[in-house]
T-cell receptor, first 112, second 115 residues
């Protein structure tokens, strides 16, 4: 069955440090992949998406993600986090239909 | 961002009562979705619509029904609310293009508490 897995429930990083959030998928082909961010009490905002082509995609707020077919991964990165990046991050995949399958999310805490 | 509103934003109700949540969009997007968000589960799809009067079930559709009589409105109804339906409900819309992989845009959410 198709699925999206975010192995880390909670990550804590210091402000200014680099960040990598992991996302893995299970699918027989290449899915379309998305990263969303949810600030407390808010809806989800799209950070970036991968459909095809260049495997390194740039998004908003200084985020980027790299698609690695060999590892079935689509990890989100940021070189230097800011306190405002504290939020919950969701990876999602489209496996060839109208629907998105979401991971369970990773909560990011930033230490001053 | 797409203009998506949800009403009400917060609701407290009692077990056994009917509840209707409304999603309204101003973007003329073809697809509309209802999700619920629960700790440890991420977002799970309840129902979705691919056009006026065209709807289909998601992975957690039991106890829920939907209707879409206009492009801009998508209603989610809990016929007889149960405590297990206490959750945060999100509406989303999706553009229709040549690919089914269109981006989904999310509303602000409705927090529903069933006592």
């Amino acid at each position: 069955a198709q699925s999206v897995t975010q192995p880390d429930i909670h990550i804590t990083v210091s402000e200014g440090a680099s960040l990598e959030l992991r996302c893995n998928y299970s699918y027989g082909a290449t899915p379309y992949l998305f990263w969303y961010v949810q600030s407390p009490g808010q809806g989800l905002q799209l950070l970036l998406k991968y459909f095809s082509g260049d495997t390194l995609v740039q998004g908003i707020k200084g985020f980027e993600a790299e698609f690695k077919r060999s590892q079935s991964s689509f990890n989100l990165r940021k070189p230097s986090v800011h306190w405002s990046d504290a939020a919950e991050y969701f990876c999602a995949g489209n496996f060839g239909n109208e629907k998105l399958t979401f991971g369970t999310g990773t909560r990011l805490t930033i230490i001053p | 961002d797409a203009g998506i509103t949800q009403s009400p934003r917060h609701k407290v109700t009692e077990t056994g009562t009917p509840v209707t949540l409304r999603c309204h969009q101003t973007e003329n997007h073809r697809y509309m979705y209802w999700y619920r968000q629960d700790p440890g589960h991420g977002l799970r799809l309840i129902h979705y619509s691919y056009g006026v009067k065209d709807t289909d079930k998601g992975e957690v559709s039991d106890g829920y029904s939907v209707s879409r009589s206009k492009t801009e409105d998508f209603l989610l109804t809990l016929e007889s609310a149960t405590s297990s339906q206490t959750s945060v409900y999100f509406c989303a819309t999706g553009t229709s293009g040549s690919s089914v992989a269109d981006t989904q845009y999310f509303g602000p959410g409705t927090r529903l508490t069933v006592l």
